[in-house]
């Protein structure tokens, strides 16, 4: 089993090596490096497919599909010239604007959706004004992470820890978690406009030329128009709805997804899978291969463990370590793995009596959701912004993204450690 271990844990390392360097794309590396843990017996196939999280995958394609022939509609157009109209088409304040609407679309969403609504919308918009994608596209991701930490909906971690921890409520999220996100936000909205301000500059004439434009006219087609909306309202209020109807968030968004495609006929069928981002479904299968690897050896249960027993049972430190590590190690392995090691370990903790145990939840929440943030690979909404720039012929590279967020995640982490001693201690 040690030999096993050495082995998972070289071939993890090689992996992510080789998708910082960006020299092979990183679906590849991915795909290759879960096919090497299953092919040199760290992990056997069966329990290979048991850790690839099919209700990611599910809701991911679903949404891209409703997205992709919301899209042909000209929807999205509409809602990118009506939000720069109203932002008078200065690109800095569209910036603001965006980032706000994805925060709170994420926080009662889910971000993986809600980023999938807003980057068509940011493509219309900087091709109007000819500016660079990449700071609206690095500033959503940001956004939609710290949103998405808000609700219990709002990201993977959070459905995780709620469907562990019966008492903790949907408002027991929102009491507990949306202030210190609305902090969060409020620091970090200032700094993307310090960081981006000079960088997305437009001339007069493309903002008086995007005044004059009549924003009706991109509508295209109405009554698809009206199929789509119809579909995606019902989809929303399934988000909302799913445990109280004890479904999953993929099912309702695949159930939406293919009752649209029943509303729009086999055409609109084969050109909706033609744009699902395949590249991103094979990445995440991979990084969720790749990862299994280190959990059935061992390796992430036993650094949980070693690093709760370094604070000897001390509420305030294991929160503190709960958090800085959950952070750290979420923006660099995927989270939802990570969430599933530590919830068995920190309800272990309340079993042999440590004291304030509600607190740790709200750490393992903060960090990894807000550890997302940290890289490219950290949290789902990051991989999906990032397929659909490259395929706008705008990557964002690896190196491109950490230089923001890590130093914005850090930000965020230490004033949720504040938080949480002003708070609970």
Same mark, same amino acid.
């Given at each position: 089993?040690?030999?096993?271990?050495?082995?998972?844990m070289?071939?993890?390392?090689?992996?992510?090596?080789?998708?910082?360097?960006?020299?092979?794309?990183? +679906?590849?590396?991915?795909t290759?490096g879960?096919?090497?843990?299953?092919?040199?017996g760290?992990?056997?196939?069966?329990?290979?497919?048991?850790h690839?999280?099919?209700?990611?995958?599910?809701?991911?394609?679903?949404?891209?599909?409703?997205?992709?022939i919301?899209?042909e509609?000209?929807?999205?157009?509409?809602m990118?010239?009506?939000?720069?109209?109203?932002?008078?088409?200065?690109?800095v304040?569209?910036?603001?604007?965006l980032?706000?609407?994805t925060?709170?679309?994420?926080?009662f969403?889910?971000?993986?959706?809600?980023?999938?609504?807003?980057?068509?919308?940011?493509?219309?918009?900087t091709?109007q004004?000819?500016?660079?994608?990449?700071?609206?596209?690095?500033?959503?991701?940001?956004?939609?992470?710290?949103?998405?930490?808000?609700?219990l909906?709002?990201?993977?971690?959070?459905?995780?820890?709620g469907?562990?921890?019966?008492?903790?409520?949907?408002m027991?999220?929102?009491?507990?978690?949306?202030?210190?996100?609305?902090?969060?936000m409020?620091?970090?909205?200032?700094?993307?406009?310090?960081?981006?301000?000079?960088?997305?500059?437009?001339?007069?004439?493309?903002?008086?030329?995007?005044?004059?434009?009549?924003?009706?006219?991109?509508?295209?087609d109405?009554?698809?128009?009206?199929?789509?909306?119809?579909?995606?309202?019902?989809?929303?209020?399934?988000?909302?709805?799913?445990?109280?109807?004890?479904?999953?968030?993929?099912?309702?968004?695949?159930?939406?997804?293919?009752?649209?495609?029943?509303?729009?006929?086999?055409?609109?069928?084969?050109?909706?899978?033609?744009k699902?981002?395949?590249?991103?479904?094979?990445?995440?299968?991979?990084?969720?291969?790749?990862?299994?690897?280190?959990?059935?050896?061992?390796?992430?249960?036993?650094?949980?463990?070693?690093?709760?027993?370094? +604070?000897g049972?001390?509420?305030?430190?294991t929160?503190?370590?709960?958090?800085?590590?959950?952070?750290?190690?979420?923006?660099?392995?995927?989270?939802?793995?990570?969430?599933?090691?530590?919830?068995?370990?920190?309800?272990?903790?309340?079993?042999?009596?440590?004291?304030?145990?509600?607190?740790?939840?709200?750490s393992l929440?903060?960090?990894?959701?807000l550890?997302?943030?940290?890289?490219?690979?950290?949290?789902?909404?990051n991989?999906?912004v990032?397929?659909?720039?490259?395929?706008?012929?705008?990557?964002?590279?690896?190196?491109?993204f950490?230089k923001?967020?890590?130093?914005?995640?850090?930000?965020?982490?230490?004033?949720?450690?504040?938080?949480?001693?002003?708070?609970?201690?």
């Amino acid at each position: 089993m040690e030999q096993q271990a050495i082995l998972a844990m070289g071939i993890f390392l090689l992996t992510y090596g080789l998708i910082i360097t960006e020299k092979i794309h990183r +679906t590849i590396v991915a795909t290759i490096g879960g096919i090497l843990m299953v092919v040199l017996g760290i992990v056997d196939q069966e329990s290979a497919l048991h850790h690839i999280d099919f209700n990611t995958l599910g809701l991911l394609i679903g949404m891209m599909i409703i997205v992709n022939i919301t899209a042909e509609t000209g929807l999205f157009t509409y809602m990118a010239l009506l939000a720069a109209k109203k932002a008078k088409g200065d690109p800095v304040r569209i910036l603001v604007a965006l980032v706000l609407i994805t925060a709170v679309g994420s926080a009662f969403l889910d971000n993986v959706t809600t980023v999938l609504l807003m980057v068509p919308v940011t493509f219309s918009i900087t091709r109007q004004l000819r500016v660079n994608p990449i700071p609206f596209l690095i500033t959503q991701i940001i956004a939609s992470n710290i949103g998405g930490t808000a609700t219990l909906i709002g990201d993977p971690p959070n459905i995780m820890i709620g469907s562990a921890v019966k008492y903790l409520t949907f408002m027991a999220f929102i009491n507990n978690l949306a202030p210190i996100v609305a902090i969060i936000m409020a620091i970090t909205i200032p700094i993307f406009v310090f960081l981006f301000r000079k960088h997305i500059q437009t001339t007069p004439e493309l903002k008086r030329n995007m005044m004059q434009i009549d924003e009706k006219e991109v509508i295209t087609d109405r009554k698809l128009l009206t199929k789509s909306l119809c579909v995606l309202g019902l989809t929303i209020v399934g988000f909302f709805l799913h445990q109280l109807l004890h479904l999953e968030s993929a099912t309702v968004a695949l159930a939406g997804a293919f009752v649209l495609l029943s509303l729009t006929g086999e055409h609109a069928m084969e050109k909706a899978f033609t744009k699902v981002e395949w590249t991103t479904i094979f990445f995440f299968i991979g990084l969720f291969v790749l990862v299994s690897g280190l959990v059935e050896t061992g390796i992430i249960s036993k650094l949980a463990v070693a690093a709760i027993e370094l +604070t000897g049972g001390n509420p305030v430190a294991t929160s503190m370590l709960i958090l800085w590590l959950s952070a750290i190690a979420s923006a660099f392995l995927d989270n939802i793995p990570f969430v599933a090691t530590m919830i068995p370990m920190i309800q272990e903790m309340g079993i042999l009596g440590v004291e304030h145990i509600e607190p740790l939840w709200w750490s393992l929440a903060l960090g990894a959701c807000l550890g997302g943030n940290g890289t490219l690979i950290g949290a789902s909404a990051n991989l999906i912004v990032a397929g659909m720039s490259a395929k706008e012929g705008h990557p964002i590279t690896f190196m491109t993204f950490m230089k923001y967020g890590f130093s914005l995640m850090i930000i965020s982490i230490s004033l949720s450690s504040i938080y949480i001693y002003v708070r609970f201690y």
